[in-house]
Every structure is written in structure tokens, then in C-alpha cells.
């Protein structure tokens, strides 16, 4: 047998997340699982718009936590998390192996924009925002109040309110990239809808997102 021969039969063998091309595939699909897990996080939360005094929302909280189906969603979620994560940076790290000197300028090169090179950055801060965002809401102290007093009085602080803002914005560009990203994976790019959706989708949820600490905040 040929030494082609047989590195072809090695690269054949070899797991699918181990080659570059299976690494980015790993990304978009779980990427556009987590983009499916926002949208309707956010419709969710659409429920604290609602003018009752915080009622549909805590019925759409306790349904949540009342569900059986919710901690076996949540372990999903989190393992899809973590493989995102994992391929991010196994990604991000062969880059830097293939190409060990940084570029001298800020210049797009070779068709990289400021938000591609920066999606490792953003990702890390979009990990530890959502490490404070779920131990403040999902575990912080009710008192004696509900979910929905939790999160207005958070909402009506401008620390919380200004910071919250500030990383949907992060979050916006993230996600601008990571879905261009993924629709060039599989193929899907080249349509001029799918380009369009890149971007309304990424307004969509951050934009969406912002608009909840920006609503608590201007109605105090």
C-alpha cells in the first residue's frame, strides 16, 4: 500500500471533530442550536412586557421550573454549550499554531472582518456574562418577592441596566459573525436571503434582549 494510501486510510479513521472542516461543521450545528435556544428564551421573556404586574411572566417561570422535562433540556443544552465551546477553541488555537505572528495592522486581511477576529474575545466575555447572568436569575435570592420583582429590581439599577445593555451589544456582534459563519459551513451563504437573515436574526435577539433592562429602567 502507498504512503497516500495509507494516510487517506488514517484521515478516514481518524473522528470527525478531529479535521478542521468537522470542527466548523460541530460549530454551526451546535451554534444554530444555542441561536434556536435564544429565540425562544426570548419570546419567553416577552412576558415581562406584558402590563400585569409581573403575572404572565412568573405563570411562564413556574411552568418552566414545574416542567420534567426541563432539567433533561437544561443537561442538553449545557453539553451542546460546552462542545461549542470546545470546538471554538481548538479552532482558535490552530489558527494561532498555522499562523504564530499577529498581523501588524487592524486591516481586513484576506477577507477577515474586526469580528471575526475577535469572536474568541467576545465568546469569552458572552461565557462569563452568562455564568452571572444564570447564578443572579436562575439561583439568586427571591426573598419574598417573585422571579419577575427579581428581575425589574436588577432592570431599575443602572449599573445592572447600563452592563446588561452593553453585552447584548457584545452579544449582537457575536452573533452577526457566528451565523454568517455557519450559513458559509453549510453552504448556505451565497443566498442573498440567508445573508439578510444573518443580520435580522442577530438585531433580532440582542436587540430584543436590550430592550428588556432599557423598558424596567425608563418605567422607574
Keep these: 500500500m502507498s ?3 495509507i494516510q487517506f486510510t488514517r484521515r478516514r479513521k481518524d473522528p470527525v471533530f478531529s479535521t478542521s472542516i468537522g470542527k466548523k461543521l460541530g460549530m ?3 451554534g444554530l442550536i444555542l441561536y434556536s435556544f435564544l429565540i425562544g428564551h426570548l419570546v419567553g421573556n416577552f412576558q415581562l412586557f406584558a402590563s400585569d404586574g409581573g403575572a404572565a411572566f412568573n405563570a411562564y417561570a413556574a411552568f418552566l421550573t414545574g416542567n420534567p422535562l426541563i432539567i433533561p433540556t437544561e443537561m442538553i443544552l449545557l453539553a451542546v454549550l460546552l462542545v461549542h465551546v470546545y470546538l471554538a477553541t481548538s479552532l482558535s488555537l490552530a489558527s494561532r499554531r498555522a499562523r504564530p505572528q499577529a498581523y501588524a495592522s487592524l486591516q481586513s486581511v484576506g477577507g477577515r472582518s474586526l469580528a471575526s477576529r475577535t469572536m474568541i474575545w467576545t465568546g469569552s466575555i458572552i461565557l462569563i456574562f452568562l455564568v452571572i447572568h444564570i447564578r443572579t436569575f436562575k439561583f439568586g435570592d427571591l ?3 417573585t422571579l419577575f420583582d427579581l ?3 436588577k432592570f431599575r439599577e443602572p449599573l445592572w441596566a447600563s452592563a446588561y445593555v452593553l453585552m447584548m451589544g457584545i452579544l449582537g456582534f457575536h452573533l452577526w459573525h457566528a451565523m454568517h459563519s455557519a ?3 453549510l453552504g448556505w451563504y451565497a443566498r442573498a436571503g440567508w445573508r439578510r437573515a444573518s443580520i435580522a436574526m442577530s438585531l433580532f435577539i440582542a436587540g430584543g434582549f436590550a430592550a428588556i433592562p ?4 425608563l418605567a422607574q
Design 3 to 5: 504512503l497516500t494510501a
Design 28 to 30: 454551526a450545528f451546535t
Design 143 to 145: 426573598g419574598e418577592g
Design 151 to 153: 428581575v425589574a429590581g
Design 183 to 185: 450559513f458559509q459551513t
Design 214 to 217: 432599557i423598558y424596567f429602567y
